[in-house]
Antibody, heavy 121, light 107 residues
Framework: EVQLVQSGAEVKKPGESLKISCQGS????????IGWVRQMPGKGLEWMGIIYPGDSDIRYSPSSQGQVTISADKSISTAYLQWNNLKASDTAMYYCARQRVNSGWSSFDYWGQGTLVTVSS | DIQMTQSPSTLSASVGDRVTITCRAS??????LAWYQQKPGKAPKLLIY???TLESGVPSKFSGSGSGTEFTLTISSLQPDDLATYYCQQYKSYSRTFGQGTKVEIK
């Protein structure tokens, strides 16, 4: 069974750093792109970026470029989303999701349960 | 970036109604479009990909159509369990974008 399990909720202060994780299981982690999606409170879905764990090819959305870092450790089947300088506006639910096919671009067929990040002084 | 616009933003319908949601792309995306359902407090769920292909396990009451710049998601007979927000997403390139969502309410 394919599963993506994300790390738990976080409460941070502005200016702090954070790294959240998404561990895949039940499939070949290195062969499928993993994307990150943000959902601010009461708002819609925003695609942030995507990584291919096999060779760490990473693509960012224009709005996420320079704001976050996406990475992966294929030895433990885990993808990461990292901030170095959190802002209150980073408060949101963050989802990881697996791309449905392992070549070309496709929809997301499996999703993590979400990680709630709260940034408040 | 390709912009995706959904209409309506909110839809209120009765149990048993046929419901249609529209998604328009700012440029042609061929059939590189997916539809997701997000119930309150839950992660999104893939319903349809390639504009009209039903994801495995999704009830056949959901259907998708369209190509180019205009797409529709239809729920053939609305049920209370369909209460959710529905999103379209284009994936013509790596820089995929979502529509703003359509909230479906039951009258």
């Amino acid at each position: 069974e394919v599963q993506l399990v994300q790390s738990g909720a976080e409460v941070k202060k502005p200016g702090e750093s954070l790294k959240i994780s998404c561990q895949g299981s039940g499939y070949s982690f290195t062969n499928y792109w993993i994307g990150w999606v943000r959902q601010m409170p009461g708002k819609g879905l925003e695609w942030m970026g995507i990584i291919y764990p096999g060779d760490s090819d990473i693509r960012y959305s224009p709005s996420s470029q320079g704001q976050v870092t996406i990475s992966a450790d294929k030895s433990i089947s885990t993808a990461y989303l990292q901030w170095n300088n959190l802002k209150a506006s980073d408060t949101a639910m963050y989802y990881c999701a697996r791309q449905r096919v392992n070549s070309g671009w496709s929809s997301f067929d499996y999703w993590g349960q979400g990680t709630l990040v709260t940034v408040s002084s | 970036d390709i912009q995706m616009t959904q209409s309506p933003s909110t839809l209120s319908a009765s149990v048993g109604d046929r419901v249609t949601i529209t998604c328009r792309a700012s440029q042609s995306i061929s059939n590189w479009l997916a539809w997701y359902q997000q119930k309150p407090g839950k992660a999104p769920k893939l319903l349809i990909y390639k504009a009209s292909t039903l994801e495995s396990g999704v009830p056949s009451k959901f259907s998708g159509s369209g190509s180019g710049t205009e797409f529709t998601l239809t729920i053939s007979s609305l049920q209370p369990d369909d209460l959710a927000t529905y999103y379209c997403q284009q994936y013509k390139s790596y820089s995929r974008t979502f529509g703003q969502g359509t909230k479906v309410e039951i009258k």
